[in-house]
T-cell receptor, first 113, second 118 residues
């Protein structure tokens, strides 16, 4: 069955460092991969979308990579700040045009001052 | 005003009661969705609608129904609430893109409704 894996353990880092979160998937061939940020009790907020033919995408301090051979996406936040503390979800869109993603369970990031 | 508005924000109801959660959007998107989120289980799709006349079941539709009253409004009903429907519920919208090319952005979510069934 299709499976999306995000580290269930929280990632703790010091302010100023680069945070790297991982999204692995199996039995799936997504055409697109998305990353969202979610604060406690709030709805997810879309951050970035990367297509299967794109290796890397950047937006300000964010960088996403998408390796369809490894079946993995890495999400980087450079120069992290305490305000970046949140849960980050990856979501995989299938090919075919429905564009209904399957969401991972998310990884909590805690940035310490 | 928020792009996607959900009401109520919080609700406590009794087992067996009928309850409706409402969602309205100002994004002008045709596609709308209802998800529930449980600790440790992530977001699961309940129902989705690609336009006013197109409504589809998601992975966990049992015990739920929906109504798409207009492009901007999509309501979720629990006909007879049960305690294991206690969860955080989210409405979302999306724009798939045009000309066969997927848009470069994802879903817009509402702030959620925290529902407790006692």
């Amino acid at each position: 069955s299709q499976k999306i894996e995000q580290n269930s353990e929280a990632l703790n880092i010091q302010e100023g460092k680069t945070a790297t979160l991982t999204c692995n998937y199996t039995n799936y061939s997504p055409a697109y991969l998305q990353w969202y940020r979610q604060d406690p009790g709030r709805g997810p907020v879309f951050l970035l979308l990367i297509r299967e033919n794109e290796k890397e995408k950047r937006k300000e301090r964010l960088k996403v990579t998408f390796d369809t051979t490894l079946k993995q996406s890495l999400f980087h936040i450079t120069a992290s700040q305490p305000a970046d503390s949140a849960t980050y979800l990856c979501a995989l869109d299938p090919a075919g045009g429905s564009y209904i993603p399957t969401f991972g369970r998310g990884t909590s990031l805690i940035v310490h001052p | 005003d928020a792009d996607v508005t959900q009401t109520p924000r919080n609700r406590i109801t009794k087992t067996g009661k009928r309850i409706m959660l409402e969602c309205s959007q100002t994004k002008g998107h045709d596609r709308m969705y209802w998800y529930r989120q449980d600790p440790g289980l992530g977001l699961r799709l309940i129902y989705y609608s690609f336009d006013v006349k197109d409504i589809n079941k998601g992975e966990i539709s049992d015990g739920y129904s929906v109504s798409r009253q207009a492009q901007a409004k999509f309501s979720l009903s629990l006909e007879s609430a049960i305690p294991n429907q206690t969860a955080l519920y989210f409405c979302a919208t999306s724009d798939p893109g045009t000309g066969g090319r997927r848009a470069n952005y994802g879903y817009t979510f509402g702030s959620g409704t925290r529902l407790t069934v006692v």
